[in-house]
């Protein structure tokens, strides 16, 4: 098993920025494929990121949304997966969560993933 805690997310104006970490335990998560999604209320939950493995060059995908804008990363010594987000925009505003994935690379479908964790809300005010 493994428990995955968001946290870092909270109340940012458009422009900002904010760096989500993803705690996991239990298990270490050196060989997961590790995700970042977004539910926003009323809308299904969606891809936002990924992360292989070993996270290195070309080994990130990210949504067409949020290029450019947000990064992926992870540290297998601490067990931590983060997501830095700049130039937030109001369309941002959701919960986000973790997810791990064993078994597949790189994938943005929400089944795939095995383990979540129970989200950190992020709003950007306009």
């Known amino acids: 098993q493994v428990q995955l805690v968001e946290s870092g997310g909270g109340l940012m104006q458009t422009g900002g920025s904010l760096r989500l970490s993803c705690a996991a335990s239990?298990?270490?998560?050196?060989?997961?494929?590790m995700g970042w999604f977004r539910q926003a209320p009323g809308k299904e939950r969606e891809f936002v990121s990924t992360?292989?493995?070993?996270?290195?060059?070309?080994?990130?995908r990210y949504a067409d949304p949020v290029k450019g804008r947000f990064t992926i990363s992870r540290d297998n010594a601490k067990n931590t997966v983060y997501l830095q987000m700049n130039s937030l925009k109001p369309k941002d505003t959701a919960i986000y969560y973790c997810?791990?994935?064993?078994?597949?690379?790189?994938?943005?479908?929400?089944?795939?993933?095995?383990?979540w964790g129970q989200g950190t809300q992020v709003t950007v005010s306009s």
């Open positions: 992360i292989n493995w070993n996270g290195r060059n070309g080994s990130t």
């Open positions: 997810a791990a994935a064993a078994g597949v690379l790189l994938s943005t479908i929400p089944r795939m993933y095995r383990y």
């Open positions: 239990g298990r270490t998560i050196t060989s997961y494929t």
